[in-house]
C-alpha cells in the first residue's frame, strides 16, 4: 500500500500492540511500552511498528510472523505495535523519545533518518542474498554506499482503463501525454470524468509527467532537477487536462481506492497493483493497465514503485536483535515475503526469485503490471520528504490552474525546496 495514503483510508483497526513471546501472543495493550517480556524468559522485546494496512488480513498476517519468529528464537520477545492514522507523523516524533520502536517500516524512504544516524546500516543483514533483491530496492534504500533499510514489498502504481469503453469510443490506449489529453477529454461526458489522478487534479501527475519528460526531481548529490526546461514544459502540459475539465475531482475517496473505476464513474484511473483483486471480480477481463505515457513521442513511459520498507533503529538498545528480526522475516522468509505480497492486496516482492514464483502475479494484467515495473519503474528520490514534495505540489498545482506565470513560480519553489534538501543533508 502506498504511503501517501496511510492516513486517509484507516478506519475499524486494533489501536495498540500485541506482545508475542515464545511464539505465543501474550498481552494486548493500548500502551506503546512493551509488557510481559521477562516473564517469558526472553531475554529482549522488540518493539516492531507496522503502519496501518487497510488490506484484511495483514494485521493477522504480522502476528504470525512475529510468532514464528519467537518460536525459531524464544530469547527474543516480539511486540508488534499497529499504528493507524498519520502513520509518519507518529513514527518521527517517537523516534526522538525512548519510547522509539526497534523495529519500523516507512514508505517512500528517506536518506535524512540515515544521515542523522537514526537509522542502522543493513549490509551485513542481506549478505548473499543483495544480488536477489531488483535493482529498484537496492538503489532506493543506498546511502552513500550503505545499504539502511529491506524492501517488505514494492507498491507499484499505474493506469487503469476500461477496455469496452475505451474501444466504443474508438479511442487507442494512449501511450503519449497528448494521447492521454485527447483520450480524458474525448471520454468525458455530462454525467462523468474521464480521468481520475485524485482529488486535488494532481496527485502523482505532476511527478510521471516531468519523468515522462526525460527530466527528474532531484539529482543523486541532492540537487534540484524539476527547474529544467523539460520539467517546466511537463508541468505547463497538466493544464490542459484542467481547461478540458476532464479531471475527475473531489471523489468520495482519493486516487488509492479503484471506487471510481470499478462504479464506472470514470473509465480511466491512476491507482496501484494493490487494488486489483477488488478491481477483477467485478471487472472481469474488461481492465487493462497502462504505464503513465511518454510526454512526447519517442520519450519514456513510467509507472511508480513505491512500497514500505523495515529499518532498524540505530539507538535503541537492540540493535542486534532487532537486525536479526529484519532478516529473519525479510531476507530469509521467502513463503512469508510471498504470502504478505500475494494475500493482502497484490504487491511485488522485492526478492526477484521470490516474485518468480508469486503465481497471483504471474498471469493477466497483474503480470502485465510486475513487468512494466521492471521496464519503466521509477521511485522518489530520498530527499523527497514531505517540505519538498508539498512545495513541488503546490506549484503544480498552480501552474495547472493558470495562476501566475510558470516559470516564476517553478523558479521559487525550486529555491525553496534546495533549501530544505540542504537542510536534510546537513549542508
Not at 209 to 222: I, Q, R
Not at 310 to 320: D, I, L, M, Q, R
Not at 364 to 370: L, R, Y
Request: aromatic share 10%; charged share 20%.
Amino acid at each position: 500500500m502506498s504511503a501517501r495514503r496511510v492516513e486517509l483510508s484507516r478506519r475499524g483497526f486494533l489501536t495498540g500492540s500485541l506482545l508475542v513471546t515464545a511464539g505465543t501472543v501474550l498481552t494486548t495493550a493500548c500502551s506503546t511500552d512493551p509488557t510481559g517480556g521477562s516473564s517469558s524468559g526472553a531475554k529482549t522485546t522488540l518493539n516492531v511498528w507496522y503502519h496501518a494496512y487497510g488490506e484484511t488480513g495483514a494485521q493477522q498476517a504480522a502476528l504470525r510472523y512475529a510468532t514464528a519468529f519467537t518460536k525459531a528464537n524464544p530469547d527474543i520477545a516480539v511486540k508488534v505495535t499497529w499504528v493507524p492514522g498519520d502513520y509518519a507523523s507518529k513514527l518521527y516524533s517517537t523516534l526522538l523519545t525512548d519510547a522509539a520502536p526497534d523495529v519500523f517500516e516507512i514508505g517512500d524512504f528517506s536518506e535524512a533518518l540515515a544521515r542523522r544516524g537514526q537509522i542502522a546500516p543493513l549490509d551485513d543483514v542481506y549478505g548473499s542474498a543483495k544480488s536477489d533483491f531488483n535493482t529498484n530496492a537496492i538503489e532506493s534504500v543506498t546511502v552513500d554506499g550503505k545499504l539502511y533499510g529491506v524492501k517488505e514489498i514494492d507498491d507499484v502504481m499505474m493506469l487503469y482503463y476500461r477496455k469496452s469503453v475505451l474501444s466504443k469510443a474508438g479511442i487507442t490506449p494512449p501511450t503519449t501525454f497528448d494521447g492521454l489529453v485527447d483520450a480524458a477529454k474525448a471520454l468525458t461526458t455530462k454525467k462523468n470524468k474521464g480521468l481520475f489522478v485524485g482529488n486535488d487534479g494532481i496527485g502523482d501527475s505532476a511527478i510521471l509527467n516531468v519523468w515522462s519528460n526525460g527530466s527528474d526531481l532531484v539529482t543523486p548529490d541532492g540537487k534540484v532537477a524539476f527547474g529544467s526546461d523539460r520539467a517546466l514544459e511537463a508541468l505547463k502540459g497538466l493544464k490542459r487536462l484542467h481547461d478540458d475539465r476532464s479531471l475527475l475531482l473531489g471523489f468520495t475517496t482519493d486516487w488509492w481506492d479503484p471506487a471510481a473505476f470499478i462504479q464506472g464513474v470514470v473509465p480511466m484511473q491512476w491507482c496501484g497493483l494493490w487494488a486489483m483483486p477488488a478491481i477483477s471480480p467485478a471487472l472481469g477481463d474488461d481492465f487493462g493497465v497502462l504505464p503513465w505515457p511518454a510526454y512526447e513521442a519517442g520519450g519514456a513511459p513510467v509507472v511508480r514503485v513505491g512500497g514500505w520498507t523495515s529499518c532498524v533503529n540505530a539507538k535503541g538498545k537492540n540493535v542486534a536483535a532487532a537486525k536479526k528480526f529484519v532478516q529473519w522475516l525479510w531476507v530469509q522468509q521467502s513463503d512469508l515475503q510471498k504470502d504478505f505480497a500475494e494475500s493482502y492486496g497484490f504487491h511485488v516482492p522485492p526478492r526477484t526469485s521470490v516474485a518468480a514464483t508469486a503465481k497471483k502475479l504471474s498471469a493477466g494484467a497483474a503480470k502485465e503490471t510486475v513487468e512494466l515495473a521492471e521496464k519503466y519503474g521509477k521511485h522518489n528520490p530520498g530527499t523527497w520528504e514531505t517540505a519538498v514534495s508539498s512545495a513541488f505540489n503546490a506549484t503544480a498545482a498552480k501552474v495547472a490552474g493558470g495562476q501566475g506565470d510558470p516559470a516564476a513560480l517553478l523558479a521559487e519553489t525550486v529555491k525553496k525546496a534546495q533549501r530544505e534538501i540542504d537542510k536534510q543533508l546537513g549542508r
